[in-house]
């Protein structure tokens, strides 16, 4: 596992559990959560997506826990097959209001690594990235 998303800041990092460079922020404490938003499990485009949706959470959120559980809240909504997370009545309440006037866009859930098959090719086209054997190559 190369890369991560820090749930902080939006940025993608290095390691799961390793500090974020841009805000120093290590881990959520969460290992499970830590893993599904690495490259182990999507596809470091998707987590690129997943960084501005943090951005976007955490500018409008004014505290960083708050953006954060907001942050979870979107994500089991918008997409329940990654990531379900619930929260009381009264957080649900005040996380529906900071998102509602967002605009927040759809990410493409790509697969990360643990997806990979025997075939280079439909591995790395699954992933939206071209095989690096084909960068110098015009051919088909």
Known sequence: MTWALCFSCGEIK???ICPCPACGIA?????????????HYLAKPTL????????????????????????LYHVSRQYPDLLAYE???LGAQQI?????????PRVELLPGLSALTTDPEADAAARGIKPWWRLWNRGP
């Open 96 to 104: 529906a209001a900071l998102l509602a006037p967002l605009d927040l």
């Open 14 to 16: 290095f390691g799961a």
């Open 27 to 39: 881990t959520t404490g969460d290992l499970t959560l830590d893993i599904l938003f690495s490259d």
């Open 87 to 89: 929260t009381a009545p």
């Open 48 to 71: 690129e997506q997943f960084g501005g949706i943090v951005r976007t959470i955490q500018a409008e959120a004014g505290d960083p826990q708050f953006g954060f559980y907001a942050f």
